[in-house]
Nanobody, 121 residues
Framework: QVQLVESGGGLVQPGGSLRLSCAAS????????IGWFRQAPGKEREGVSC????????NYVDSVKGRFTVSRDGAKSTVYLQMNNLKPEDTAVYYC??????????????WGQGTQVTVSS
């Protein structure tokens, strides 16, 4: 059974940090492109990052460059999104997704249920 489960979200003050986890089961992450996405209230879902197959290059949306970093554990079963210097505009539900080829925002691929990140004083 293919499953992706996000965790690590919560409430954090501006300038703080969170690390989100995306745990995979039923398939090997290394064979898939892995994307992080987010959707804020009243806004369209947007791509945050995309890591190419076999742990290749990770691209980030301009708004998070220098603040967010994607990594993977040694067992290759969990992908992390380290978020530093968080801003109120980062508030959103964050999702991870796995794709056979390229990351897409259209709902294709395998998606987790999301984890809420709220940045507020």
């Amino acid at each position: 059974q293919v499953q992706l489960v996000e965790s690590g979200g919560g409430l954090v003050q501006p300038g703080g940090s969170l690390r989100l986890s995306c745990a995979a089961s039923g398939f090997a992450l290394e064979y898939y492109a892995i994307g992080w996405f987010r959707q804020a209230p009243g806004k369209e879902r947007e791509g945050v990052s995309c890591t190419s197959r076999r742990g290749g290059r990770t691209n980030y949306v301009d708004s998070v460059k220098g603040r967010f970093t994607v990594s993977r554990d040694g067992a290759k079963s969990t992908v992390y999104l380290q978020m530093n210097n968080l801003k109120p505009e980062d508030t959103a539900v964050y999702y991870c997704a796995a794709f056979i080829l390229d990351c897409k925002v259209d709902g294709s691929g395998y998606w987790g249920q999301g984890t809420q990140v709220t940045v507020s004083s």
